[in-house]
């Protein structure tokens, strides 16, 4: 421990920590985003469609993701319902 470390603040060093973890999330996403594919945004309109057919949701209440091992390609669909 150096002689400046004393003078640190611990608060210091836990915001620095939440920030670099929320950075991480949002690099994480944008490649997620840069790597999709071209049919991702209208397949997410055409599902945000049916869904309003029965339920008003927003646009920022579902959230489509495609996720691909190698092997397989899996399609995630979250949807916030109202209660």
Not at 7 to 12: A, D, L, N
Not at 13 to 42: G, T, W
Not at 69 to 76: A, I, K, M, P, Q
Request: net charge negative.
């Amino acid at each position: 421990m150096s002689f400046f470390d004393l003078f640190k603040s611990k608060e210091t060093d836990r915001s620095a920590s939440i920030a670099k973890e929320r950075l991480k999330v949002i690099v994480a996403h944008e490649r997620n985003q840069r790597n999709a594919p071209d049919y991702l945004p209208a397949l997410q309109r055409d599902i945000m469609d049916v869904i309003r057919k029965y339920v008003d949701i927003d646009q920022d209440q579902l959230q489509v993701d495609l996720n691909d091992d190698g092997n397989c390609s899996v399609l995630e669909v979250n949807v916030n319902l109202p209660k």
